[in-house]
């Protein structure tokens, strides 16, 4: 970004796109168990659709769920009626789309409660450390497994870093989305996309680190060294570009496309400027897939929009709301 403009171009991440094969196990567990509402739901329409997801002839049925209406860190489901892959968890070494992050006020109680709905933890509340410089950072979460192979970590977090539902209802057991996962093969290429000289996050840290509760949260071998790059914006949700060293397990990023997969398959990013912003993906390095074409719908109201993938073939659609 040129430095007589250095306005970023993204303030967080808008959304997280989960596909499904129905939305009732969804709702009953973003809604029902973790307090989310439904903002809005309806169709995209299928040539808006298509230009973004080349979801084919028919229109795509979606809801957008937010915490105590905040207008980021949202989720949108969408629903696949004939997904690529069948449903599966993607592992922290595979390539592509990770968790979806949220805080909870009180983990071990999420714990408990969520346990007594039937909610089964991958990993239970778990405490490790992240050296960040010379200080080391308490991290405590936790891993509960969504539906359609969604994986949703849950995270209490040692100082809390501004949430918009905590702001309006600082009583609620959870927040919105405080971050999205990627485990991507070129870190720097990623960060270098999203932060200061590309779309314009700021990089809050990016550390190698290697900690046993964070391998037995993550399901690692023993000793893995992570490299985790941590980037904001102005409004959650917040990006966790990840990459470890050693061998990669699966590729999973040619099935997590919005509206074909199933699960986390890609991020929605409202946009101030979507000519600039989509200048900035080619500059440095992602593809423009589809559009800018004019819209209104439920996910992204009166607005332009604009697939992209990111230099690491994650999936974003870019809009800009019209007023």
Same mark, same amino acid.
Request: hydrophobic fraction near 40%; charged fraction near 20%.
């Given at each position: 970004?040129?430095?007589?403009?250095?306005?970023?171009?993204?303030?967080?991440?808008?959304?997280?796109?989960?596909?499904?094969?129905?939305?009732?196990?969804?709702?009953?567990?973003?809604?029902?168990?973790?307090?989310?509402?439904?903002?809005?739901?309806?169709?995209?329409?299928?040539?808006?659709?298509?230009?973004?997801?080349?979801?084919?002839?028919?229109?795509?049925?979606?809801?957008?769920?937010?915490?105590?209406?905040?207008?980021?860190?949202?989720?949108?489901?969408?629903?696949?009626?004939?997904?690529?892959?069948?449903?599966?968890?993607?592992?922290?070494?595979?390539?592509?789309?990770?968790?979806?992050?949220?805080?909870?006020?009180?983990?071990?109680?999420?714990?408990?409660?969520?346990?007594?709905?039937?909610?089964?933890?991958?990993?239970?509340?778990?405490?490790?450390?992240?050296?960040?410089?010379?200080?080391?950072?308490?991290?405590?979460?936790?891993?509960?497994?969504?539906?359609?192979?969604?994986?949703?970590?849950?995270?209490? &977090? *040692?100082?809390?870093? #501004?949430?918009?539902? /905590?702001?309006?209802?600082?009583?609620?057991?959870?927040?919105? !989305?405080? %971050? $999205?996962?990627?485990?991507?093969?070129?870190?720097?290429?990623?960060?270098?996309?999203?932060?200061?000289?590309?779309?314009?996050?700021?990089?809050?840290?990016?550390?190698?680190?290697?900690?046993?509760?964070?391998?037995?949260?993550?399901?690692?071998?023993?000793?893995?060294?992570?490299?985790?790059?941590?980037?904001?914006?102005?409004?959650?949700?917040?990006?966790?570009?990840?990459?470890?060293?050693?061998?990669?397990?699966?590729?999973?990023?040619?099935?997590?496309? &919005? *509206?074909?997969?199933? #699960?986390?398959?890609? /991020?929605?990013?409202?946009?101030?400027?979507?000519?600039?912003? !989509?200048? %900035? $993906?080619?500059?440095?390095?992602?593809?423009?897939?589809?559009?800018?074409?004019?819209?209104?719908?439920?996910l992204h109201g009166r607005a332009v929009v604009a697939a992209a993938d990111t230099p690491n073939g994650v999936s974003v659609t870019l809009w800009q709301p019209r007023i």
């Amino acid at each position: 970004m040129s430095e007589d403009n250095r306005q970023p171009l993204v303030e967080g991440i808008t959304a997280a796109l989960v596909g499904v094969t129905e939305f009732d196990p969804h709702l009953r567990f973003f809604r029902d168990d973790l307090g989310f509402e439904v903002a809005s739901e309806g169709t995209v329409p299928a040539a808006v659709a298509d230009a973004l997801w080349g979801s084919g002839s028919a229109d795509v049925e979606v809801v957008a769920l937010a915490a105590a209406g905040a207008e980021t860190g949202r989720i949108h489901l969408v629903r696949v009626p004939e997904p690529m892959a069948p449903a599966e968890p993607p592992h922290n070494l595979d390539d592509g789309l990770i968790g979806i992050d949220l805080y909870a006020r009180d983990i071990d109680a999420a714990h408990a409660e969520l346990g007594r709905a039937g909610r089964a933890w991958a990993t239970p509340p778990t405490t490790y450390g992240v050296a960040v410089g010379e200080r080391e950072v308490q991290v405590t979460q936790g891993v509960c497994p969504g539906p359609d192979g969604t994986v949703v970590v849950f995270v209490q &977090p *040692a100082a809390v870093r #501004g949430t918009e539902a /905590w702001a309006a209802d600082p009583g609620r057991p959870f927040t919105e !989305l405080t %971050s $999205v996962v990627c485990h991507v093969p070129d870190a720097d290429a990623e960060v270098a996309f999203w932060g200061p000289d590309g779309l314009g996050m700021s990089v809050w840290y990016d550390v190698v680190f290697s900690s046993p509760g964070f391998d037995t949260v993550a399901g690692l071998p023993a000793g893995t060294k992570m490299r985790l790059a941590f980037l904001a914006g102005e409004k959650t949700a917040r990006i966790e570009v990840t990459s470890a060293a050693g061998e990669h397990r699966v590729d999973r990023r040619a099935v997590q496309r &919005p *509206a074909r997969s199933l #699960g986390h398959s890609g /991020w929605s990013v409202r946009t101030r400027d979507l000519e600039a912003a !989509l200048e %900035s $993906v080619r500059r440095t390095g992602g593809r423009v897939l589809g559009g800018p074409i004019e819209t209104d719908d439920p996910l992204h109201g009166r607005a332009v929009v604009a697939a992209a993938d990111t230099p690491n073939g994650v999936s974003v659609t870019l809009w800009q709301p019209r007023i």
